[in-house]
């Protein structure tokens, strides 16, 4: 279970790029927003089944 908390913090942070970009890019360009919200959402999404994939392995190991 150590070793998930430790593999947890790279999804954590790539979930927190993902958004600091969403918020930097609305930001600069607000007529983008839907266009940058769905690429957001995707990105958001593909991070989450890593940290989804490895809580599975951690109770499976």
């Given at each position: 279970?150590?070793?998930y908390g430790l593999a947890a913090i790279g999804?954590?942070?790539g979930i927190g790029l993902i958004f600091?970009?969403?918020i930097n890019g609305v930001?600069?360009?607000p007529e983008a927003q839907g266009r940058l919200q769905s690429i957001a959402?995707?990105?958001f999404a593909l991070?989450?089944?890593l940290a989804i994939i490895g809580i599975a392995l951690a109770f499976v190991l």
């Open positions: 279970m150590i070793g999804p954590g942070v600091a970009a969403y930001a600069r360009q959402i995707l990105g991070a989450e089944a």
